[in-house]
């Protein structure tokens, strides 16, 4: 009989060299090189959009809390999107730990070439079935935003969006933002545009 494989433990992901962004999904430990420029760059954008209005007030509703790289324990997996937020009434503290239990109301992964295919396929099957309600994926290389609402189990897309467009997305529709704005150092990207140049450095 074949040898059962161990599953991953949250020793072994304490493990992993530090250069590496560490999950466990599945069971397995998975890794990834720390973000690019650009993507580093968005999720920082992304985030300070939305935390002036949406966690100290500042002409929104206030009522949030935003995390970069949070590690999340769903059940028996661990998790780092790239910014995370959740409503205040139901995180009412800091954990004790070095992770987060009480999962996040809103998720947004940022897409690169390490990270679109976990992104898009095991990591949206677990949030989901988290029941995280709302989740964005967003890539500066394509220079487009996509939002989904959890329904049942299953992510529906409630719209997308490229640098032309003002943003307003749930749950934070309460604002619009220029999603140019998360890459300010590339030239809106035209529809018929090659995307190429603005893959350099991805990873």
Request: glycine content about 6%.
């Amino acid at each position: 009989m074949a040898e059962q494989s161990k599953t991953a433990t949250y020793t072994d992901l304490e493990a992993v060299p530090e250069h590496l962004v560490a999950e466990i999904i599945d069971g397995v430990i998975r890794t990834h090189p720390r973000p690019s420029p650009r993507h580093s760059g968005a999720a920082n954008a992304v985030s300070a959009k939305l935390t002036d209005p949406f966690q100290w007030g500042g002409g929104g509703p206030g009522g949030w809390v935003f995390f970069v790289e949070p590690e999340l324990k769903l059940g028996r997996h661990v998790l780092v999107p790239d910014v995370a937020g959740w409503r205040r009434a139901r995180l009412l503290t800091y954990p004790a730990t070095n992770y987060f239990e009480v999962a996040p109301d809103w998720v947004c992964e940022i897409l690169s070439a390490s990270t679109e295919i976990r992104d898009r396929t095991v990591k949206m099957r677990i949030y989901a079935e988290e029941s995280i309600p709302h989740m964005w994926l967003i890539d500066p290389r394509l220079q487009i935003l996509e939002a989904f609402e959890n329904d049942h189990g299953h992510w529906k897309k409630v719209g997308d969006w490229n640098s032309d467009d003002k943003v307003s997305a749930p749950p934070f529709d309460a604002i619009s933002f220029s999603l140019a704005d998360l890459w300010p150092l590339d030239k809106p990207l035209g529809m018929n545009e090659d995307p190429t140049p603005y893959y350099a450095g991805d990873r």
